[in-house]
């Protein structure tokens, strides 16, 4: 008899590509995913735990299953992602009420957990990391058009206020032949993007002399037929070398889209942070990128706050987005994570402060990203239709090349096509455009 399986993800597209891999496991025990939780056999919780407040989510959502497991004891609850690994046995404690807990680097042993807990095992835990294949696992069961594909898993950086690398283990690549064959095999049921995965990507293989650089792993990429566009996140500034600078412009099925994230535009703070590039470093890549890629997207992370981050640090955090002119950021208030070197520090910049700063910082960007926006009205972009649009049923969205998102009216048969479309309005974080020509951009 199939069963439900209710799945709540947070954080970013690292766990959202791990619950579509648990997905593909669990469709192979006689699971469906259902989107109400009320009518599933099986509750997983995937958390994050890089920063506060999807933690403290995970913990909420967790209270509320606490009166379903008593009214459905029958229920699975278990509790997958970074939170699971970093607290192992002691969220049993806490949530005695859970069957199982399950660390990023254990999904391959989801299917046994489960028959675990169906004879009868409670409180079962898998942390810990394993080698790659946590990363070789089924392919999602709904064909995807925008196909997520890990490369590497872990981080070697040890930024003094990141939890990655105790949370998702040391760097470990995956062999290139293994993710050459997953994109082809999605690219035959249907994908048109792929983007590669890793919490430093820049790095991959980087200790294996025998393996692909990641240049040339992209350069392999590009190769593959029917292959519309790759993409690829997180970079790391310091690995951002010339080699793949110039990938952007010799591979074209490579978007014209970078995600490098900055954190701080003071050394001071970089230099506690640990992120081992200067200011002048970080914006010597960025000038040399724009002059071999004009129109390049660039968007980034960025934190305020940081312990002994001072007035004028945060001035400089605010000169360097001038001096980018980013498309987007991705912007924190910084917030210990147990198990850091920061996390030993004082956090003394007070939350008043925090916030100023944020919103100051979150004021600008929406000035310069609504000025970009504006700035593409009148041209025609390449766009990957995705679907139908949140604003209008009579509406689809899709993304440029650039990642920016589009809506304009048409028919659900766009879905999945390469159309032009001209940019009609620049919106504070979208565009909104008109078909142009529906006949889809040809293959290279």
Same mark, same amino acid.
């Given at each position: 008899?199939?069963?439900?399986?209710?799945?709540?993800?947070?954080?970013?597209?690292?766990?959202?590509?791990?619950?579509?891999?648990?997905?593909?496991?669990?469709?192979?025990?006689?699971y469906?995913?259902?989107?109400?939780?009320?009518?599933?056999?099986?509750?997983?919780?995937?958390?994050?735990?890089?920063?506060?407040?999807?933690?403290?989510?995970?913990?909420?959502?967790?209270?509320?299953?606490?009166?379903?497991?008593?009214?459905?004891?029958?229920?699975?609850?278990?509790?997958?992602?970074?939170?699971?690994?970093?607290?192992?046995?002691?969220?049993?404690?806490?949530?005695p009420?859970?069957?199982?807990?399950?660390?990023?680097?254990?999904?391959?042993?989801?299917?046994?957990?489960?028959?675990?807990?169906?004879?009868?095992?409670?409180?079962?835990?898998?942390?810990?990391?394993?080698d790659?294949?946590?990363?070789?696992?089924?392919?999602?069961p709904?064909?995807?058009?925008?196909?997520?594909?890990?490369?590497?898993?872990?981080?070697?950086?040890?930024?003094?206020?990141?939890?990655?690398?105790?949370?998702?283990?040391?760097?470990r690549s995956?062999?290139?032949?293994?993710?050459?064959?997953?994109?082809?095999?999605?690219?035959?049921?249907?994908?048109?993007?792929?983007?590669?995965?890793?919490?430093?990507?820049?790095?991959?293989?980087?200790?294996?002399?025998?393996?692909?650089?990641?240049?040339?792993?992209?350069?392999?990429?590009?190769?593959?037929?029917?292959?519309?566009?790759?993409?690829?996140?997180?970079?790391?500034?310091?690995?951002?070398?010339?080699?793949?600078?110039?990938?952007?412009?010799?591979?074209?099925?490579?978007?014209?889209?970078?995600?490098?994230?900055?954190?701080?535009?003071?050394?001071?703070?970089?230099?506690?942070?640990?992120?081992?590039?200067? %200011? @002048?470093?970080? !914006?010597? $890549?960025? +000038?040399? #990128?724009? *002059?071999? &890629?004009?129109?390049?997207?660039?968007?980034?992370?960025?934190?305020?706050?940081?312990?002994?981050?001072?007035?004028e640090?945060?001035?400089?955090?605010?000169?360097?987005?001038?001096?980018?002119?980013f498309?987007?950021?991705?912007?924190?208030?910084?917030?210990?994570?147990?198990?850091?070197?920061?996390?030993?520090?004082?956090?003394?910049?007070?939350?008043?402060?925090?916030?100023?700063?944020?919103?100051?910082?979150?004021?600008?960007? %929406? @000035?310069i990203? !609504?000025? $970009?926006? +504006?700035? #593409?009205? *009148?041209? &025609?972009k390449?766009?990957?239709?995705?679907?139908?649009?949140?604003?209008?049923?009579?509406?689809?969205?899709?993304?440029?090349?650039?990642?920016?998102?589009?809506?304009?009216?048409?028919?659900?048969?766009?879905?999945?096509?390469?159309?032009?479309?001209?940019?009609?309005?620049?919106?504070?974080?979208?565009?909104?455009?008109?078909?142009?020509?529906?006949?889809?951009?040809?293959?290279?």
């Open positions: 008899m199939e069963r439900l399986v209710y799945i709540k993800t947070f954080g970013c597209q690292m766990n959202e590509h791990d619950s579509e891999r648990m997905l593909a496991l669990l469709a192979g025990c006689g469906r995913e259902t989107l109400s939780w009320e009518k599933a056999q099986l509750i997983l919780v995937n958390t994050c735990t890089v920063r506060e407040k999807p933690e403290q989510k995970a913990y909420s959502i967790l209270g509320r299953f606490q009166s379903l497991k008593k009214r459905r004891p029958e229920v699975i609850l278990g509790v997958a992602g970074c939170v699971a690994q970093q607290e192992g046995e002691r969220m049993l404690a806490k949530f009420f859970l069957d199982f807990v399950l660390g990023p680097g254990k999904i391959h042993l989801l299917p046994e957990i489960l028959k675990e807990v169906e004879r009868g095992r409670k409180g079962v835990c898998e942390v810990g990391f394993e790659t294949r946590c990363m070789d696992l089924p392919l999602p709904t064909p995807p058009l925008r196909a997520y594909v890990t490369i590497m898993e872990g981080c070697d950086n040890f930024c003094s206020y990141c939890i990655v690398p105790y949370v998702r283990g040391r760097e995956r062999p290139s032949d293994e993710i050459i064959s997953e994109i082809e095999a999605l690219v035959q049921r249907g994908a048109k993007e792929v983007i590669l995965l890793g919490q430093n990507v820049n790095s991959y293989a980087r200790n294996n002399p025998d393996e692909l650089t990641f240049p040339q792993l992209l350069a392999k990429i590009n190769e593959i037929q029917g292959l519309k566009r790759i993409r690829f996140t997180t970079s790391h500034p310091k690995d951002f070398t010339e080699e793949l600078m110039d990938a952007f412009g010799r591979l074209q099925r490579l978007c014209e889209h970078i995600h490098l994230p900055f954190q701080a535009g003071s050394n001071a703070v970089l230099e506690r942070m640990g992120r081992g590039y200067t %200011r @002048e470093q970080y !914006l010597a $890549k960025i +000038k040399k #990128l724009k *002059g071999l &890629i004009p129109n390049i997207s660039i968007t980034a992370d960025v934190m305020v706050g940081f312990p002994g981050e001072k007035e640090d945060f001035i400089q955090t605010l000169e360097l987005m001038q001096e980018v002119e498309d987007a950021l991705f912007s924190f208030k910084y917030s210990p994570r147990k198990g850091t070197k920061a996390a030993h520090w004082e956090d003394d910049v007070p939350p008043e402060v925090k916030q100023r700063r944020l919103e100051t910082l979150q004021e600008l960007q %929406r @000035e990203t !609504l000025r $970009k926006n +504006k700035e #593409l009205e *009148g041209e &025609i390449e766009v990957l239709v995705e679907g139908r649009s949140k604003n209008s049923p009579q509406e689809v969205m899709g993304r440029t090349r650039c990642n920016r998102i589009v809506n304009f009216p048409g028919g659900y048969e766009l879905v999945g096509r390469l159309v032009k479309v001209r940019i009609k309005e620049g919106l504070p974080n979208s565009l909104r455009g008109e078909l142009f020509d529906k006949e889809e951009t040809g293959d290279v």
